[in-house]
């Protein structure tokens, strides 16, 4: 029972790399997130998605990209790092708006 | 507008009862969490409460709210170390479709 998986959970970028977080769910959830966490601030929202194919933006965007092609995948790209997104990156998922959200294991980024 | 706010800190001696608080901003809340991250871990949900419900009693753990002060806390009895960890309140909203806002989260430490 994986549940929210991403991958990778490590990664080092040097400033200007590109890379993809990838998240994947196996509960069937319509709706996915991708957080960051930075000390002392909590969880930000970046993007979300409410189903196969809609993205939107949440509470801090720029810089990063969404897709969700397929239903349980909901990938997070950033097209040139910068040191400011060096970061925890956590995914999550839940069924239905309101409901308990299952979170994946974090991706911690430094990008140097 | 949209915040969760928590204070950072909060040290309790082993066996003692943990009160965390948090304060929302947002009157169109529906639910509203509280989060559990181990070192190293994801988020897990400790427990959740309904808008409309005054109290949740979960074993060890009592959730309380006032929608009048916007006030949520959560009460630990007899605190253990296990219970070492950051606590994330979190709020989802239905005026803005399925977004989740947390918490800075509360570092709680236990002495023996």
């Known amino acids: 029972n994986a549940g929210v998986t991403q991958t990778p959970k490590f990664r080092v970028l040097k400033t200007g790399q590109s890379m993809t977080l990838l998240c994947a769910q196996d509960?069937?959830?319509?709706?996915m997130y991708w957080y960051r966490q930075d000390p002392g601030m909590g969880l930000r929202l970046i993007h979300y998605s409410v189903g196969e194919g809609t993205t939107a933006k949440g509470e801090v965007p720029d810089g990063y990209n969404v897709s969700r092609l397929k239903k349980q995948n909901f990938l997070l790209g950033l097209e040139s790092a910068a040191p400011s997104q060096t970061s925890v990156y956590f995914c999550?998922?839940?069924?239905?708006?309101?409901?308990?959200?299952?979170f994946g294991q974090g991706t911690r980024l430094t990008v140097v | 507008g949209e915040d969760v706010e928590q204070s950072l800190f909060l040290s309790v001696r082993e066996g003692d009862s943990s009160v965390i608080n948090c304060t929302y901003t947002?009157?169109?809340?529906?639910?509203l969490y509280w989060y559990k991250q181990e070192p190293g871990a994801g988020l897990q949900l400790l427990t959740y409460?309904?808008?409309?419900?005054d109290m949740k009693q979960d074993q060890r753990l009592t959730v309380l709210l006032n929608k009048k002060d916007k006030h949520l806390s959560l009460r630990i009895a007899d605190t253990q170390t296990g219970d070492s960890a950051i606590y994330f309140c979190?709020?989802?909203?239905?005026?803005?479709?399925?977004?989740?806002?947390f918490g800075s989260g509360t570092r709680l430490s236990i002495r023996p």
């Open positions: 999550a998922s839940s069924y239905r708006a309101g409901t308990e959200a299952f």
């Open positions: 409460i309904f808008s409309n419900m």
């Open positions: 947002d009157s169109s809340s529906t639910y």
């Open positions: 979190a709020e989802s909203l239905t005026s803005s479709a399925s977004k989740i806002i």
């Open positions: 509960m069937n959830h319509e709706y």
